[in-house]
């Protein structure tokens, strides 16, 4: 894999589908639950479980050797108490990236605010939507509270993938508008094989993906053979 080449995040929705994403080649084992909304989240129990596989994985594999793992913490309205409460939900399992996130609303930086206790515990992952139009300002808050990276996603799965959203111009600022307040760098929002190029260019440290990778859609089964299609396109040579 080239040096600039992003890593693979896969979202899963059971332990069979993260099973199958790390032997796959994801970089990030990513636990959603696509039928519940963008950032739809596993229950409680199910994250427990996906916390003892992945322990598993590091005593089989090494550390080093088996993929990051994060989970999402369902789509939360911007209201500080409830946002910290879904985020302090997912941490307290024990999974080490927690995905959050922010939509467009006035009440963005308290919620990001009161989300910076929790930076000491678990690497917070802030996602913007790039079908809300986000401000960029809001990722030297994402770092002044402590987060370890940024995503954009699309939060509307019906209007197109990331890319009719944003240009690649445009998302380039972001990747290096974010690395300058310390933050990694993931892309994603209805991603197919076909941007994979162009975004490849972009910089970022990951692209993202669940329907791409799936019978049926977003919500349907995860696919080896899609996964394994995605993880050969990102590794391809590109003249970026
Ligand atoms: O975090 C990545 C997402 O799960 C992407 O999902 P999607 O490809 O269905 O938009």
Known sequence: MSPAAPGLLASVTDLHEMELARAGGADIVDLKQPAFGALGAWSTQALTAAVMLWSAWGEQLGAAGRPALSATVGDQPMVPGLIRAAAERVAGTGVPLVKVGLFVSPHANECIE?????????????????DEAPDFAVLAALGRAGFAGVMIDTADKKAGSLTAHLDPLTLGQFVAEARRHGLMTGLAGSLRLEDIPALVGVGADYLGFRGALCEGGRTGTLDPVRLGQVHARLREPSDH
């Open 114 to 130: 009161a989300l910076a206790p929790l930076a000491s515990r678990v690497r917070l992952i802030g996602v913007l939507f790039a």
